[in-house]
């Protein structure tokens, strides 16, 4: 048990000189505010960048089971599996859209001439997350009827239609119209597509509740997406769940990098610390060679004399860790704010992560008081170096 | 004198100088490394964001309307327009041609197939799609060169057990569902026969040579060489779809105005812009008759993701700087504050506060510089390992860098040890050659 006496000489270690105090304290501070900053923005970056990859659009898929029957349009999905979607994955929604394709006849309405064209019965929210793409012409007002439709740029193209104008539907003698509210540029398949109320599109197919596939945007990182994945595929042993890997990977390998480079950014910020507070210490080292000799000549052993440098490195690290590392997740909630355009979240787990780093630190950099052990009181007394 | 001042602090006390000058030229790595990181691995990230796949569909103009269903187009083979294959060379002469990283052709085929393990013949019932395209071939170019791209390289995220097929042999890798449905292994001999019409009457052998796994609907399907597609469509020289992957900016506002609405200065600068809009016009431009469409989910993802994984780069890099600077800062104050007894013997001696300042910033000069180089030298070798592990390249040295890093060094030590050092010029000598 360390002695009052103990206390009183770290005390007085710790302020003996107020400006290398200073000097100390200032590098243990940085170091554990960049430190903390640096892991904080690590975690939130992971989370930011799941959520900006989202832009890649649906990221599951929920389709008929190969096999039942002829690959493509032919097989279907019973509709009540989309009412067993969880709402929720990690307490974030999963915007999901139902789709039932079919191959109908299409014109503009007043005219006779029709031409084939894929008609997507869809239903469900967030199908802006699920299919990203621009919007070219869009008519709010037009949008919750219950005829409303969304045309892809070409077919738009293809059948001369704008917002506003109507689309009469037909397929194997079954008809339907819908009033355009938005034409809608993917990129993809998307493109040659009228997207349609889903009722409409399994009345026109014949197919009272059935769907082709289901699509979902789940905001989450790779791993996290593979496990949603994996205990859907359980709960719907009907459907074939899988997830898309063209941008999974992608993802994946991006993030690594991403982390690779914070983790080695902040090693190599603890080690400029450990050396900045190092050159400190060296300095002490040569400077307490007269009072460690006073102390081993009235008695003091080696271990005690350590003990106490070693204490006074713990004090200067905690005190350091302490306040640089609260100002450095601070910082990082405005650096997260500037990087993806929301404060990052402060993780409960980054302060103490920091602080025992910035700890682990400062003992590290007492090393040169080691050299402290070596001194013979008798040779310093007598003035030698 | 003074020379001799300098010299002799620093062989005197070799230990002090190498510690300082050890944190200094650390501090100077780390700023070498993070600067020469962060200047090189703009381009690297982009090229990174290009495993995301194409981001430009290149389609015939007059073409009917696609029934395209989860990847498989329903229209009769005759139907529809078809782009031809000579052309291709054309799009590596473009303004933006060393943007154009890869790009592969399809031609998709309704076939019917059988399949035969030694002799032993194996029914496969149905109709399936024959995506035909280039897995890795040489296209010639205008200028007399050849290109080598394929959709192994448009597609990264495609794996295939086994090898890829051959462009020029008759081979085929077949999707990872449709070789399970029906129990293929490399090594089986597949026949396929075009399902509409079906003139090929004794149909194409191909050897399947691997099993591709893509998450998409090409796990159903068979994957072979564009050659074969077009003899089964018995289209010749014709592809319908392109897919262009290529490096871009991504869009800012600018990019998003109509470019018809800009004034000829605005439009020169958009032209030579490598945005994707930009390079969209300029392939439809090269190849006649065509729709370049910009596939929205990857161009934007990609747009969004880089703009700011560049910006947290940046700030990634400044920490790092910062980190540094109060290193070198600290090390120099450090120093200074060290050489109380020296600074007052000097002043009892004669010495005015102005040339003690003097003689210990030439010093710290001395250090930074030293300190500086060794620093960056060790920074172009941290940079290399980072670079390595990280992004998978090692970026050159610049004398830029050096430059930089030098100045900085200068200025850091002399800050550093700025106020240290007017605290030391007015130490009365007196209490402290008395050792108070």
Known sequence: MPSPMFWRIVRRLITANYGRLFVVLVALGAGAAVTSALLNLQIDAKKRLTTEFRALGANVIVAPRAGNSESGAGSTLDASLFAQLPALYESKPVPAVAFLYVIGQVAKAGQIHFEPAVLAGIEGLGLTQIRPGRRTAYRSELENAPDACEVGVKAAAQFKVAAGDSLQLKNQGREASCKVFAVVATGGAEDTQIFINLKTAQQLADLPGRLSLIQLSVNATPDSVNSFIASLGQQLPAADVHGIKQFAEAEGRIYSRISGLLSSTVLLVLFLTSLCVMAGMSNVAVERKNDVGLMKAIGGSVERVVDLFLTEAILLGIAGGLVGSALGILVSIWLGKAVFGVAAQPRLIVYPVSVALTVLVSIAAAFPLRRLARVRPASVFRGEE | ?436
């Open chain 2, 1 to 436: 004198m003074f020379l001799r001042l300098v010299a002799d602090s620093f062989t005197r006390r070799p230990r002090r100088k190498i510690i300082s000058m050890a944190a200094l030229a650390m501090g100077m790595g780390v700023a070498t490394a993070a600067l020469s990181v962060s200047l090189d691995v703009g381009d690297r990230l982009a090229r990174e964001f290009r495993s995301l796949g194409a981001n430009l569909l290149v389609t015939p103009l007059a073409d009917s309307l696609p029934l395209e269903i989860g990847g498989v187009d329903y229209r009769p083979a005759n139907a529809g327009a078809y782009l031809p294959e000579a052309d291709l060379g054309k799009l590596k002469t473009i303004f933006w041609r060393f943007n154009i990283m890869a790009f592969a052709p399809i031609l998709e085929v309704p076939v019917q197939a059988s399949a035969a393990r030694n002799d032993l013949g194996l029914e496969i019932p149905g109709n399936f799609t024959l995506i035909g395209t280039w897995s890795d071939t040489n296209v010639p170019i205008p200028d007399g060169t050849t290109y080598e791209t394929g959709i192994a390289k448009t597609n990264p995220w495609w794996h295939v057990e086994g090898k890829w097929f051959d462009d020029q042999l008759q081979q085929c890798v077949v999707g990872a569902g449709f070789a399970k449905r029906f129990r293929l292994r490399r090594g089986d001999q597949l026949k396929v026969v075009g399902a509409s019409g079906g003139r090929v009457a004794a149909g194409l052998p191909l050897e399947i040579v691997g099993i591709l796994s893509t998450g998409g609907p090409e796990d159903d399907a068979i994957v072979a060489p564009l050659a074969v597609a077009q003899r089964l469509a018995q289209r010749p020289d014709v592809y319908r779809r392109l897919y262009v992957s290529a490096l871009t900016k991504p869009e800012d506002a600018f990019a998003r105005k109509d470019p018809k609405t800009m004034t000829p200065a605005e439009y020169d600068t958009w032209y030579c812009t490598p945005y994707i809009s930009s390079i969209a016009l300029q392939i439809g431009e090269e190849l006649k008759g065509t729709d370049v469409r910009v596939i929205r989910r990857v161009a934007e993802g990609e747009g969004n993701v880089l703009s700011r994984v560049r910006l947290l780069l940046w700030l990634v890099t400044g920490a790092a700087l910062l980190a540094a600077a109060l290193a070198v800062g600290a090390s120099a104050a450090a120093s200074v504050i060290e050489r109380r007894t020296e600074i007052g013997l000097m002043k009892a001696l004669g010495a005015n506060s102005g040339l003690v300042g003097v003689l210990l910033a030439a010093e710290q000069l001395l250090l930074a510089i030293v300190g500086g180089s060794i620093g960056f030298a060790a920074g172009i070798l941290l940079a290399r390992i980072l670079g390595q592990r990280i992004f998978g390249f090692a970026p050159e040295p610049r004398l830029f860098v050096l430059l930089i890093v030098l100045g900085l060094a200068a200025i850091i030590t002399l800050l550093g040890s700025a106020y240290p050092l007017r605290q030391a010029s007015r130490y009365d000598p007196a209490p402290i050659l008395r050792g108070e």
